[in-house]
């Protein structure tokens, strides 16, 4: 696999709360030069950023980071970001549910998000520092029912991100259409190498760019 080869599983990324659009700017203008998969960045930078690069794979984040927002503020917030221009929703599941053990109620919100997605790519964020690992099984089951396109183990901003062994737990309970993200924490080529390897189908980064941009033919 080349660096750029490996940039094509990255969705390049720009969460932090004092981002600048002069930063994302800069980051879509690389997302594009690097051919990422896409870049995920703050709701309300999504209309601006899709005006300028109409070409460009955009994310954006709902009900970010702590999940706890009702259904009908994801709903809200999905329709916005699907108008403004988004082609990929990442959710954060409602983590108090999981915690009380209200999984038809976490799949059913899935759902309903999934519907305000109008067609668009569904990546549902369970922030597996937070749980254990018969929720986090449990929760493959929601993703899996709900109709998402992918499980996302962390959004960064918890007390822990990715680890190999929640990918390959992620492996063996997942329904066949359900792919796997990781991010959080994701900071060397070969953490990188090692997600993927594992089966992810998508890397969270925000350093992958400043890494590969001068590998892209290399073989990594």
């Not at 709360?17 to 690389?30: D, F, G, H, S």
């Not at 980071?65 to 917030?77: H, I, N, R, S, W």
């Not at 954060?92 to 759902?111: R, Y």
Request: with cysteine; aromatic share 6%; hydrophobic share 40%.
């Amino acid at each position: 696999m080349t660096g750029k080869q490996l940039l094509a599983y990255v969705d390049h990324t720009l969460l932090k709360p004092v981002a600048t659009w002069e930063e994302i700017n800069r980051l879509c203008e690389e997302a594009v030069t690097y051919q990422t998969a896409s870049a995920c960045i703050p709701p309300d930078f999504v209309e601006a950023a899709h005006k300028d690069y109409p070409d460009l794979t955009i994310c954006t984040v709902i009900g970010f980071p702590l999940g706890y927002q009702t259904t009908d503020t994801k709903v809200a917030e999905t329709e916005e970001a699907v108008r403004n221009g988004a082609s990929e929703i990442d959710m954060v599941v409602n983590i108090g549910d999981v915690k009380a053990g209200k999984f038809d109620a976490v799949t059913e919100e899935i759902k309903t998000v999934k519907a305000a997605c109008q067609g668009r790519t569904l990546k549902v964020i369970v922030e597996t520092c937070y749980l254990i690992d018969s929720e986090k099984v449990a929760l493959c089951q929601c993703v899996t029912d709900g109709g998402a396109e992918f499980i996302k183990t962390s959004t960064g901003f918890g007390s822990g991100g990715a680890t190999l062994e929640d990918v390959k737990l992620f492996k063996k309970h997942i329904g066949p259409h359900v792919q796997i993200k990781a991010a959080g924490g994701i900071r060397d080529v070969e953490d990188m190498k090692a997600y993927i390897a594992e089966g992810c189908t998508r890397i969270g980064a925000s350093a992958a760019v400043d890494l590969l941009r001068h590998r892209l033919e290399e073989v990594i």
